[in-house]
């Protein structure tokens, strides 16, 4: 039966991420914590992993009780402790010294920054599909692959690309629930510049992504709507949560039902 494996959130985008055991659905849909902070130059934009290949040589843990964060350089191991709060301009300094130009971390507390605006819902996937696509790699396992992919909501109990059930045609949502909340699959997710680099150094992966296309089209499942591949570099599922179901909360273990394919109505982003 499938179920919530895990459930994983990113409390600063582009940052590592910490797995939970339940998560409050907050405001548009985004997770508890999840990029409630975000780390941004002097013009306002995102210092992240599409725009600086610098982010992947930091690591995070996060005390959420406490709203911690110790971070540190992959290559030095010298880590530094933070409170997300009180210490968020000491944070920016240090962040600055590393990236050598003025950054600041900023908060979001209705629905943090979701990297997709429309459909900002959390990001779900399935043990399966990890395991599946980490074989396509030599020298890749789950773990690393899931570094790669960054979901936030990841299913077991299932074959791999089970998760591909949560979409059907443009224009339409396929409503699923987790528990007693109902979340609606909009579309397969386009994948960035991000998966194909090394998570600790950011170095290229040779031909990931021609790699990662060949495999994706020849083993798309038959119930994978194809009107969503123009390119086959997309994997895991954008989702977004009705309004009635904000403040509800997801807990690991929770069973998961997929539903029938309904119109889409109008967003709960904006």
């Known amino acids: 039966m499938a179920h919530l494996e895990q459930i994983l959130v990113y409390p600063v985008k582009s940052l590592d991420c910490t797995p939970v055991e339940a998560a409050t659905i907050r405001e548009h ?34 005390d959420l009780e406490r709203e911690t964060i110790t971070i540190w350089e992959h290559a ?9 709060e009180v210490d968020r301009d000491n944070f920016g300094s240090w962040l600055t010294c ?3 130009y003025d950054v600041e ?19 779900v996937i399935s043990t399966g599909t990890l395991e599946a696509v980490a074989s396509w790699f030599e020298g890749i396992d789950t773990t690393e692959m899931r570094r790669r992919l960054r979901p936030n909501l990841e299913i077991s109990g299932v074959e791999p690309f089970w998760e591909d059930r949560l979409y059907d045609q443009p224009g339409t949502v396929v409503p699923f629930e987790i528990g007693s909340s109902t979340i609606n699959g909009v579309n397969p997710c386009q994948r960035c510049v991000v998966p194909t680099r090394d998570p600790d150094t950011g170095a290229q992966t040779d031909s990931f992504q021609n790699r ?20 086959y570099f997309r994997l895991m599922v954008n989702t977004r949560v009705p309004e009635t179901v904000w403040g509800n909360r997801l807990v690991t273990g929770e069973s998961i039902t997929a539903g029938e394919p309904k119109p889409d109505s109008a967003p709960t982003t904006s």
């Open 29 to 62: 849909g985004g997770l508890e914590w999840d990029r409630r902070y975000a780390i941004v130059d002097e013009d306002g934009n995102y210092v992240n992993g599409k725009r600086e290949r610098q982010i992947h040589g930091l690591r995070a843990e996060y």
């Open 76 to 84: 030095t191991g010298d880590s530094f402790s933070f409170h997300l």
């Open 98 to 100: 590393y990236f050598g």
């Open 105 to 123: 971390v900023v908060r979001a507390d209705e629905g943090g920054f979701p990297d997709d605006t429309d459909a900002s819902g959390p990001t």
């Open 212 to 231: 990662f296309v060949e495999r994706r089209e020849a083993t798309l499942p038959e119930w994978a709507n194809p009107a969503w591949f123009d390119h």
